[in-house]
């Protein structure tokens, strides 16, 4: 893999665009860290699963009952991890250091290894967004073409079709499948030979004992296998859905950019201008957005302040709109949420025959 530079450190946009945060959170006296609002929506979260996951193991309604609750319990875990896991992962859920680890831990409970997220997502993500090769959240490789630079197949120009069935996929492949696979190649993306200390590999394995105890072998021994099937496969399904296409919505959209790192091993702009030109918003008026996203419809504004808890974002995104506007940038955004939807499914369109 090509060594991968950005054209200097700090443009002067990055520069100014700090300073009027830094006078934002000076003037109104506010801790960029999460603050009450987000510890009850944490609350609602986490009760709503433990308390739909009981009452489908232990209290089963009727059937279509049932498959509602299946839905709901993945709608909260994607809830979770959109609220409480991702700022806790990027330390900005609270100003205490075990209150960030306790919330990014959620990851594990949910089954996933908060340890290869670290790297996949603070690391890779958030610096080389976009670029293939470096940026894990666009290999979806050979099942779609995520990127002008990826190879394209036959069958990529129904991508706009079946994505939906790929995305189903990703939560329970990502458990049992991906994470492990990371953990014995060592190897996510550009970043190889991961060393992982005595802790994380016990931390790692007893992740997936827990989970696979807690989300298949309960449920199997209280439900029987096929109705531990049905009610799984719809959980997983939800949650899959539903991670993948929020946070593809604010990278492979129409407007975004891409680069290929063999062809500009030296990237043309530092990395905050970087993030302006490979990150779009959506829907960023709706409070319910916010509220269900943990903020991952202003993902301009987390990306160029990953350390600053979404519950700001509304506030800094007319900050962050300005200065753009200041520089000469295109603040990407798209109006709603189904207006990104349609964008995302026009990219993969476009993606798959171009
Ligand atoms: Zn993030």
């Known amino acids: 893999m090509a060594t991968l530079k950005f054209n200097g450190n700090a443009s002067t946009f990055y520069t100014d665009l700090k300073a009027r945060v830094d006078a934002y959170f000076l003037e109104h006296k506010i801790d960029p860290v999460g603050n009450a609002k ?96 470096h940026d894990d959240d666009i290999a979806a490789e050979p099942f779609l073409r995520l990127a002008p630079s990826q190879k394209k197949r036959f069958y990529h120009r129904f991508q706009h079709i079946y994505f939906f069935l790929i995305y189903g996929m990703t939560y329970v492949l990502w458990i049992y499948i991906l994470d492990i696979g990371k953990y014995f190649r060592k190897t996510i993306a550009s970043k190889e030979n991961i060393h992982l200390d005595l802790k994380t590999h016990i931390g790692f394995w007893l992740t997936k004992i827990i989970y ?31 991670i993948s296409i929020i946070f593809q919505l604010a990278h ?52 160029l302040f990953p350390k600053i808890s979404h519950v700001h974002y509304p506030e800094l995104s007319p900050i962050v709109k300005a200065t753009c506007a200041d520089h000469g940038l295109v603040y990407l955004e798209q109006p709603t949420f189904f207006a990104a939807v349609v964008s995302h499914i026009k990219y993969l369109y476009r993606m798959g025959r171009e």
Not at 259 to 285: C, K
């Open 212 to 242: 696979l105890g807690i989300f298949a072998v309960i449920p199997i021994i209280r439900l029987g296998w096929v109705d531990f099937f049905i009610g799984y496969g719809i959980f997983v399904v939800t949650t899959g859905i539903v």
């Open 38 to 133: 987000l510890y009850v929506k944490s609350a609602f979260y986490v009760t709503s699963f433990i308390a739909t996951y009981i009452m489908l193991v232990f209290f089963t309604p009727s059937a279509p009952f049932a498959i509602l609750l299946s839905i709901m319990l993945g709608l909260f875990s994607a809830g979770i991890g959109f609220n409480v896991m991702h700022d806790g992962g990027h330390g900005s859920y609270s100003s205490s250091k075990t209150m960030n680890r306790i919330a990014a831990l959620t990851l594990n409970l949910l089954g996933g290894s908060s340890f290869m997220w670290n790297i996949k997502h603070n690391m890779l993500h958030h610096t080389w967004t976009n670029i293939e090769g």
């Open 252 to 303: 492979t959209v129409e407007d975004t950019s891409f680069v290929d790192p063999i062809a500009t091993p030296v990237l043309e702009n530092d990395w905050a201008v970087h993030q302006i030109l490979t990150t779009s918003n959506f829907g960023s008026r709706s409070k319910l957005l916010s509220f269900l996203t943990g903020g991952l419809n202003q993902q301009v504004e987390h990306h």
